[in-house]
């Protein structure tokens, strides 16, 4: 029985004492806009700094004008990204990749788009993130419109939801839903791109954007999943 009382004590102590595990933005988010030329031959170069926190998560949105081959490499510090989802469209391709751990420092975001067509790429870095499953589901949405829409079910209180969207010559993007727009670059093409933020709030959570003419677009999103929590690891020290 003191057994029992010392086990239900220490788990209630965990349980008022640990915060709910949580992901949070790290540092600026930084954009830019890149030749046909560059995108071609990997010159691409986006400096982006990342800061010391634990559980980190370095998350690549990267969008182009499609001709033949979409964007088929990401790498941050000269170091692979892995694709988490993709979605094309004739004239769009966007698509949302990220590394688990990434380097600490200034280092540059190189994409490849091996073929000669303009592109966007767009960083941010993350802490709190799942180091074996750091993404949910993906919802992505494509087509010729003046806006997307996509809910996202796969997301819970404490974690954050990424938003890519481009289209093609429609104008400036506006975020809706619960997105929050970080920051937005354009192509001599024109190209529009945005990289989007909402807070997971339990599911589902729905995010959009609108712009001005109906045209090709292309917009994917997912949930940054959170690392376990220290009351999660209690318990199963516990139950081992």
């Known amino acids: 029985m003191k057994r029992i009382l010392l086990l239900a004590f220490l788990i209630s102590s965990a349980l008022a004492s640990l915060a709910q595990a949580a992901v949070t933005g790290k540092d600026a988010a930084a954009i830019a806009d890149f030749t046909a030329t560059q995108?071609?031959?990997g010159?691409?170069?986006?400096?982006?700094?990342?800061?010391?926190?634990?559980?980190l998560l370095v998350v690549?949105?990267?969008?182009?004008?499609?001709?033949?081959?979409?964007?088929?490499?990401?790498?941050?510090?000269?170091?692979a990204l892995t694709k988490h989802t993709s979605i094309a469209t004739p004239g769009i391709f966007v698509s949302i990749w990220y590394?688990?751990?990434?380097?600490?420092?200034?280092?540059?975001?190189?994409a490849d788009a091996n073929t000669s067509v303009p592109c966007i790429i767009a960083a941010r870095s993350y802490s709190g993130a799942h180091q074996t499953t750091p993404f949910g589901a993906a919802v992505t949405s494509s087509?010729?419109?003046?806006?997307c829409s996509v809910e996202i079910?796969?997301?819970?209180?404490?974690?954050?939801?990424?938003?890519g969207v481009t289209d093609y010559n429609g104008g400036t993007i506006t975020p809706?839903?619960?997105?929050?727009?970080?920051v937005e670059d354009q192509t001599v093409t024109p190209m529009y791109t945005t990289y989007n933020e909402a807070s997971g709030a339990g599911s589902p959570v729905t995010v959009s954007a609108s712009w001005a003419s109906s045209v090709y677009f292309g917009c994917a999103a997912a949930s940054v999943q959170a690392a376990p929590s220290a009351a999660d690891n209690f318990f199963r020290r516990r139950v081992q």
């Not at 170069?45 to 800061?51: A, C, F, G, N, R």
């Open 99 to 110: 590394r688990i751990a990434p380097s600490i420092g200034t280092y540059n975001v190189v």
């Open 153 to 163: 079910t796969d997301t819970a209180v404490g974690e954050i939801i990424v938003f």
């Open 176 to 182: 809706g839903g619960a997105a929050t727009e970080l």
């Open 43 to 55: 010159t691409t170069s986006l400096s982006y700094t990342t800061t010391t926190g634990a559980d």
């Open 60 to 79: 690549v949105v990267a969008q182009e004008t499609l001709l033949d081959n979409p964007i088929d490499s990401v790498t941050f510090n000269s170091l």
């Open 143 to 147: 087509g010729t419109a003046t806006s």
């Open 39 to 41: 995108c071609n031959d």
